[in-house]
């Protein structure tokens, strides 16, 4: 099985939205590939009664604290009664343009834990990180921080999105990916105990090159953003990636 999921970012309107739902349902769906799409929070529900059966649908961010005086924060609880089945925590750009802390985004995979919403985690180097040879090191350090004490049966996955390859079009090698995603499990085993966890790439990905960037036996498939926005590009690449061998 492959997972292709989307992240939409800050973008689409209620049109842009009723304009994917149509064709997203008029796709003939690959078999073997599961599908889910992290949207903003206004269309949660409508997307979950229209797309329910062919897609999972989550959300991009979740507070940290369960309930309180944090203005304008969705917390893990509000999103179960609306069927979330999933949420993006810790997306580099969560981390950079709004500050998050890997204190902050160990808080919120905890609630997610809580409320039974699964945690997709963001991690993954900067350019200068990378420039330095320390993608190893950064990777360690984010999933040790924000992993910290979570319940090791709870389902999660993880997401590799180098933050120099985000909305760049320029990729890292398919050997870099596999590397990357490989050293990510052998953390998630040897240093948090925890086994069986999807690890999904992230970065430029598209129908004509996912099938080669997500072709290594570690990846279990992508996090997709510019190239969800497009319904039958984002259903492209999981046709694209039906005939890797395992
Ligand atoms: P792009 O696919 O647009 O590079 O974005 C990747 C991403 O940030 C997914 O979370």
Redesign the pocket.
């Known amino acids: 099985m492959k997972y292709i999921y989307g992240?939409w970012?800050e973008n689409n309107t209620l049109r842009d939205v009723n304009l994917f739902i149509s064709e997203f349902k008029k796709q003939k769906m690959p078999n073997d590939v599961c599908f889910g799409l992290a949207v903003p929070y206004l269309y949660l529900q409508k997307m979950n009664k229209k797309l329910q059966k062919k897609c999972e649908i989550g959300v991009q961010n979740v507070s940290f604290s369960e309930k309180g005086e944090f203005t304008g924060e969705i917390s893990a609880k509000m999103l179960c009664d609306f069927n979330c089945s999933f949420s993006?925590v810790g997306?580099?750009?969560r981390r950079q343009k709004f500050k998050e802390t890997n204190e902050e985004i160990n808080q919120k995979m905890l609630r997610c834990f809580d409320f039974g919403i699964m945690p997709i985690l963001?991690v993954g180097e900067t350019k200068e990180e990378k420039d330095e040879n320390k993608t190893k090191k950064v990777l360690k350090m984010q999933l040790t921080k924000c992993l910290k004490d979570i319940p090791t049966s709870k389902k999660f996955m993880v997401?590799y999105?180098p933050v120099w390859?985000?909305?760049?079009g320029v990729t890292p090698s398919p050997k870099d990916v596999e590397e990357n995603v490989s050293y990510i499990k052998k953390v998630l085993s040897e240093n948090i105990k925890v086994s069986g966890i999807c690890v999904l790439y992230?970065?430029?990905?598209n129908p004509q090159n996912a099938k080669e960037l997500l072709n290594g036996k570690s990846v279990d498939g992508a996090?997709?953003?510019?190239?969800?926005l497009n319904a039958k590009k984002f259903v492209d690449i999981g046709k694209n990636l039906q005939n890797i061998r395992r």
């Open positions: 992240n970012k993006l997306h580099s750009e963001c997401a999105e390859a985000i909305g760049t992230g970065g430029s990905v996090l997709v953003g510019g190239a969800s």
